[in-house]
């Protein structure tokens, strides 16, 4: 009973074109969304979030985009550049309590030049 | 550094055997989070503290984990009679409690490999 998901676990990108990541969940019960990028041997690192009462988050080249109906959300990427290349992972963090986060399997990003 | 910190960083050990794997938080961050990433899986939730007390131990897989946290900074994550199915990167994460996002950010992780 995954709650998150991450369907694709890989995606090749060309350098320069734009980078869409997928997620969607099962829950209803999370404040927050929030998407981690992985590189080898180290932790993840906080990317961008947003909070469940907007559709769109924008930090330069990266946006967020949630659609609740449909319980997805989506990570764009523009212009993608090499180092973006790492494992992308969707998070949903519950409400209440210990505001745990809920993880997807991860994408593994390759931007090729 | 300022960020969080984990040891060791890789850690063998036999089925059967005890270990310890050590958390050193961010500085003035109340809440603590363990996770447990299998290899092909997103990190899992294990037990987070608020202070020194386990408020949340519902994701420890069996009797043989337990967690510490005496001081309410240093964590030791402590797992027993280790089996294989135990191999995995255990991650730590830390973070304030004040509302809003709280961003938890994560440690390195502790690789453990059970022989």
């Known amino acids: 009973d995954q709650q998150v998901k991450q369907n694709s676990p890989s995606l090749s990108v060309q350098e320069g074109r734009i980078s869409i990541l997928n997620c969607d969940y099962t829950?209803?019960?999370?404040?927050?969304f929030l998407w981690y990028k992985k590189y080898p041997a180290e932790g993840p690192t906080f990317l961008i979030s947003?909070?469940?009462?907007?559709d769109k988050n924008e930090d330069g080249r990266f946006t967020v985009f949630l659609n609740k109906s449909a319980k997805h959300l989506s990570l764009h990427i523009v212009p993608s550049q090499p180092g973006d290349s790492a494992v992308y992972f969707c998070a949903a963090r519950e409400i209440q309590g210990a505001q745990k986060l809920v993880f997807g399997q991860g994408t593994r990003l390759t931007i090729n030049p | 550094g300022a960020g969080v910190s984990q040891t060791p960083s890789n850690k063998v050990t036999e089925k059967g055997k005890y270990v310890e794997l050590r958390c050193d938080p961010i500085?003035?961050?109340?809440?603590l989070y363990w996770y447990r990433q299998s290899l092909g899986q997103g990190p899992e939730f294990l037990i987070y503290f608020q202070g020194t007390g386990a408020a949340d131990d519902s994701g420890l897989p069996n009797d043989r984990f337990f967690a510490v946290r005496p001081e309410g900074s240093v964590s030791t994550l402590k797992i027993q009679r280790t089996e294989r199915g135990d191999s995995a990167v255990y991650l730590c994460a830390s973070s304030l409690r004040r509302g809003g996002l709280n961003e938890q950010f994560f440690g390195p992780g502790t690789r453990l490999t059970v022989l």
């Open positions: 500085s003035g961050h109340t809440a």
């Open positions: 829950n209803s019960m999370f404040d927050y």
């Open positions: 947003i909070s469940s009462i907007k």
